[in-house]
Nanobody
């Protein structure tokens, strides 16, 4: 089993930056593919970025070039560095651990981009 706790969300102006963290516990973190998803009101949850156990990354087109996902296996933590934030980035951001038999989700952290 895996427990995930996100942090780092908040209110930021357009063009600003935030760094989200997801701390994992309860399993072997390095064996999991990790991802960040987001969900805005009235919209479907969507994949923002993912990073494999081998540190291969993939990004949604909407965030490519602005967001960076990374992981620190020694700290059991995955990060999402968000730069050049736009109002349309406003959403609850969820950390995901993709295992062989099931996926795990954090509780989410709110990101609001507004002037």
């Amino acid at each position: 089993q895996v427990q995930l706790v996100e942090s780092g969300g908040g209110l930021v102006q357009p063009g600003g930056s935030l760094r989200l963290s997801c701390a994992a516990s309860g399993s072997i973190f390095s064996f999991y593919h990790m991802g960040w998803f987001r969900q805005a009101p009235g919209k479907q949850r969507e994949l923002v970025a993912r990073i494999t156990s081998g540190a291969v990354t993939k990004y949604a087109d909407a965030v490519k070039g602005r967001f960076t996902i990374s992981r620190d296996n020694a700290k059991n933590t995955v990060y999402l560095q968000m730069n050049s934030l736009k109002p349309e980035d406003t959403a609850v951001y969820y950390c995901n651990a993709d295992g062989t038999v099931r996926s795990y989700w954090g509780q989410g952290t709110q990101v609001t981009v507004s002037s």
